[in-house]
DNA sequence: GGCATTTGACCCCC
DNA sequence: GGGGGTCAAATGCC
């Protein structure tokens, strides 16, 4: 690609591809609060992960329109903060909306485990983030919330007891989209470290998911995340929280949403710096448990889509039907 | 001042 | 009785 179509871009301020993102993604969005959880089977489930990979296409094209004017700012040493930001802030929005659905599509193949009328069994919600895969322990997972005591006249305390709905273990921690209250911390017998509870900020919408987050084991950390209930709220992350990088940066795992991606490498990412403890992501504003308060880790790490724009993509997406095209190794 | 977190106490279950 | 889950007042932060 020529210098000159650079500059014609550039001087589109925001460019045609990139305020479309943002048209699409704010639109999906809205549509997104009209309703929460899919009640529609196969159909539901189908459109959700539509609409995450939608949602991972956009990203990258945001990323690609950073990337761009990165190159166009070099060439014209000039600077533009706004459209930087705008569009890290885009792509945050972005990457929490493909997160959302991911979590929404497992959960609501977790909810139908007990129904016949479909195929489709999710035993497995780990995932390699270091090359291996973390171990499971699903024993009592998929069950549906049980309140047995009702007891709550002030000074008894109303106590759950409760099996998980379903659990994680992962080197990082994940944010799923949605915020989370913390009103407890325990520390666990025959463990080193405290166990945290959370419940979903969204009281008012009478959300009563929860979820406990451990760390299991500290060189490499391991966090245990264990969600009860499902989340009845319509809404997630609003807020200003923290972004940090939800991708570990020795992460070997690349998903693929669209057959016509075609991985160009196996490893996106440089090697991990030699900080073993990584608690990446933290989706209460202040997770204060000794796991997830790594001395270690650095407090301003960069976000991996910075890493991410030094690799090589070859991204198509019919524009046609959800989307946008992105193809990253013509020009550079 | 409002909201989130911390932390000690209370309570239930095994 | 001990471990684990929850509550709520105290505390901290913005």
């Known amino acids: 690609m020529s210098l000159s179509l650079i500059f014609l871009i550039s001087n589109i301020k925001p460019s045609y591809s990139f305020s479309k993102v943002l048209t699409n993604f704010h639109n999906q969005n809205r549509m997104e609060n009209l309703g929460w959880f899919p009640t529609n089977g196969k159909k539901a489930m189908?459109?959700?992960?539509?609409?995450?990979?939608?949602m991972a296409n956009q990203l990258l094209e945001v990323l690609t329109f950073e990337d761009k004017s990165n190159i166009i700012r070099q060439v014209?040493?000039?600077t533009s903060k706004s459209s930087k930001v705008l569009s890290k802030d885009v792509a945050q929005d972005l990457v929490r909306e493909v997160l959302k659905s991911l979590t929404n599509t497992l959960l609501y193949l977790?909810?139908?485990?007990?129904?016949?009328?479909?195929?489709i069994v999710v035993r497995d919600f780990s995932f390699s983030t270091n090359g291996h895969k973390m171990e499971e322990d699903l024993d009592g997972a998929y069950i549906e919330l049980q309140t047995l005591n009702t007891k709550s006249s002030k000074g008894t305390k109303k106590r759950k007891l409760c099996s998980p709905t379903w659990e994680k273990t992962t080197s990082v921690l994940i944010d799923d989209g949605h915020?989370?209250?913390?009103?407890?911390q325990k520390m666990i017998t025959n463990t080193k470290f405290f166990r945290s509870y959370y419940k979903c900020t969204n009281n008012d919408q009478q959300c009563k998911a929860m979820k406990h987050v451990q760390r299991t084991q500290e060189n490499p950390p391991l966090y245990k995340t264990t969600y009860y209930g499902y989340h009845t709220c319509k809404s997630y992350i609003q807020s200003d929280t923290n972004w940090e990088p939800i991708l570990s940066c020795h992460s070997s795992m690349l998903l693929s949403f669209d057959n016509n991606i075609s991985n160009k490498q196996e490893n996106l990412l440089p090697p991990s710096p030699p900080?073993?403890?990584?608690?990446?992501?933290?989706?209460?504003?202040?997770?204060?448990?000794?796991?997830?308060?790594?001395?270690?880790?650095?407090?301003?790490?960069l976000f991996p889509y910075e890493n991410l724009q030094l690799c090589e993509f070859d991204v198509y997406t019919d524009y046609l039907t959800h989307g946008n095209i992105l193809s990253l190794s013509e020009s550079f």
């Open 46 to 54: 189908e459109e959700e992960l539509i609409r995450g990979r939608d």
């Open 76 to 78: 014209k040493r000039s």
């Open 110 to 119: 977790n909810n139908r485990e007990d129904s016949n009328d479909d195929s």
């Open 179 to 184: 915020t989370w209250r913390k009103y407890g």
């Open 275 to 301: 900080s073993p403890s990584l608690p990446l992501l933290i989706s209460s504003k202040e997770d204060s448990i000794e796991s997830i308060q790594d001395d270690n880790f650095p407090q301003n790490q």
